[in-house]
């Protein structure tokens, strides 16, 4: 989870429509042409429609570490948002498949200032949850109770002000750093529980396509919390290949807000 160097550009679209177009061709129906490198409005089936019959349940105090009962849900989150590409590339995977995803903010990263006009409209069909990992990235520990709060607040203005939500009750500390001082500030502020992960993409770092995969092979199943980045370039050359292992294990992606009530 920690920042990056900051990548400015564009996903390649030849790129991402050939990631995803590499699990349409396993033989997903309704898709009757072939992707190439020509910028379609929508290249793929919208292969995840929104979850169906849901009963959203009590956010608890505490730590959120997986989703609550037995389920087949599945809930990837991604963090920070370093890399522009990256992030722009993760809002056309959702609004091209109707993937749901819960994206942990930090609104010093111009990535979502840069696709707002990619992203809020995901955000205001409900697809998609913009939740608070500070302003900064800063490790709460370390700080006093007034930083604290001066991290949360500025993020919440940002998303205010960009998606017009404060992005409650949903906090993710930086690097997963938190203590019992940091929890009590935090539910001061609105944020109860504290959002970890039970998986990870394993791309906190700059790592190959293949561990990605690998990772999202391991983790991704059902009831899980799991845990990407907005940060390095890897993810984007395998966004196909993660949404064909959700299709296959029969996993329903759902993001926090549909979870739990807020």
């Known amino acids: 989870?920690?920042?990056?160097?900051?990548?400015?550009?564009?996903?390649?679209?030849?790129l991402?429509?050939?990631?995803?177009?590499?699990?349409?061709?396993?033989g997903l129906a309704g898709c009757d042409r072939e992707a190439t490198g020509a910028a379609a409005p929508t290249a793929t089936p919208r292969i995840f429609g929104a979850p169906q019959g849901l009963t959203k349940v009590a956010l608890p105090h505490g730590t959120l570490y997986q989703l609550p009962g037995?389920?087949?849900q599945i809930a990837l989150t991604v963090d920070d948002g370093?890399?522009?590409?990256?992030?722009?590339?993760?809002?056309?995977?959702?609004?091209d498949t109707g993937l749901r995803l819960t994206f942990f903010c930090n609104g010093v990263n111009r990535s979502w200032?840069?696709?707002?006009g990619l992203l809020r409209p995901l955000h205001d069909?409900?697809?998609?949850?913009?939740a608070n990992h500070t302003w900064s990235h800063a490790s709460l520990v370390k700080l006093s109770a007034q930083q604290i709060a001066d991290q949360v607040q500025r993020n919440e203005a940002f998303l205010k002000k960009t998606y017009g939500t404060l992005g409650r009750p949903f906090m993710r500390p930086p690097y997963g750093y938190t203590n019992d001082r940091v929890a009590a500030r935090l539910t001061?502020?609105?944020y109860p529980a504290q959002t970890m992960w039970l998986g990870t993409l394993?791309?906190?770092?700059a790592v190959q396509p293949a561990t990605v995969v690998a990772s999202a092979e391991k983790w991704l199943r059902p009831g899980r919390i799991v845990i990407g980045h907005a940060n390095h370039p890897a993810v984007t050359k395998v966004y196909g290949q993660l949404v064909e292992i959700i299709r296959s294990r029969k996993l329903v992606p759902v993001h926090l807000g549909d979870v739990y009530a807020v």
């Open 1 to 14: 989870m920690a920042p990056a160097r900051t990548y400015r550009g564009h996903v390649d679209r030849r």
């Open 16 to 26: 991402f429509l050939t990631s995803v177009a590499a699990m349409v061709a396993t």
């Open 70 to 72: 037995k389920t087949n």
């Open 82 to 95: 370093t890399n522009a590409a990256v992030v722009e590339g993760y809002a056309r995977l959702c609004r």
């Open 113 to 116: 200032t840069e696709h707002a």
């Open 125 to 130: 069909d409900n697809q998609i949850f913009l």
């Open 188 to 190: 001061d502020l609105g």
């Open 202 to 205: 394993g791309d906190s770092s």
